[in-house]
């Protein structure tokens, strides 16, 4: 059985660095905090890194906040570090404006993100046209970014994007591409493509 460690004995091992203002070690004992179920010394410790400029333990941050109930508290942690210009943390806050149905602030972050290099906030972008604003061509423009770096979920949309459109070679295509990759979702859907159209032992191929 793993020996549970004491809040002295985690700070002990980390006391060197934390002296040199080392935000990672920082970051370490806060991790280890939290998972040892010690989350209001974890909170300090991911505040003060915050606070010697490591903006990206903010997701940490806000996500014990918000598991909390602290919504005020875990919005304030990513927009200090989206506004530092952590580009995670304005991912990170533009999903939790998308969970909040601020769908207006939430696609501000995800494209300051995407400007900064974030790739997560491709999909992200492309799910909140597709899904919720119902833009299918401003969804396909991130789709077809986002599965230029084999996001197989991305992939799948393409595909219902172009099955809806009656592009049946364009969406076996995405599909096909999306599977090769483990996605369920377009394993599942080939089959229905491919029995809806008589291929029977192409559709029994991706049958799980």
């Given at each position: ?5 004491t ?32 989350t ?40 200090k ?11 990170n ?12 602030d ?15 906030a ?15 061509e401003?969804?396909e423009e ?25 592009q ?9 591409k ?28 991706y049958?799980?």
């Amino acid at each position: 059985m793993k020996e549970r460690k004491t809040p002295e004995k985690i700070l002990e091992e980390y006391t060197s660095a934390i002296k040199k203002g080392d935000t990672e070690a920082m970051v370490n004992v806060g991790l280890i905090m939290e998972e040892q179920g010690n989350t209001e010394d974890a909170k300090k410790w991911y505040i003060r890194a915050m606070e010697m400029g490591n903006m990206k333990t903010a997701g940490n941050l806000a996500f014990l906040y918000e598991s909390e109930g602290k919504l005020k508290e875990a919005e304030e942690a990513l927009l200090k570090a989206s506004e530092a210009g952590d580009a995670d943390s304005m991912n990170n806050l533009g999903i939790f404006y998308e969970n909040r149905n601020r769908n207006n602030d939430a696609e501000k972050w995800y494209l300051k993100a995407i400007e900064l290099g974030q790739t997560d906030a491709l999909s992200n972008l492309g799910f909140l046209y597709n899904n919720i604003l119902g833009e299918t061509e401003k969804a396909e423009e991130y789709f077809l970014k986002a599965a230029e770096l084999e996001d197989s979920n991305v992939m799948n949309a393409l595909g219902m994007i172009c099955s809806a459109r009656g592009q049946m070679e364009k969406t076996e295509e995405w599909f096909l591409k999306g599977a090769k990759l483990g996605n369920k979702e377009s394993r599942k859907n080939l089959v229905i493509l491919y029995e809806h159209q008589g291929k029977f032992d192409e559709a029994i191929k991706y049958k799980d």
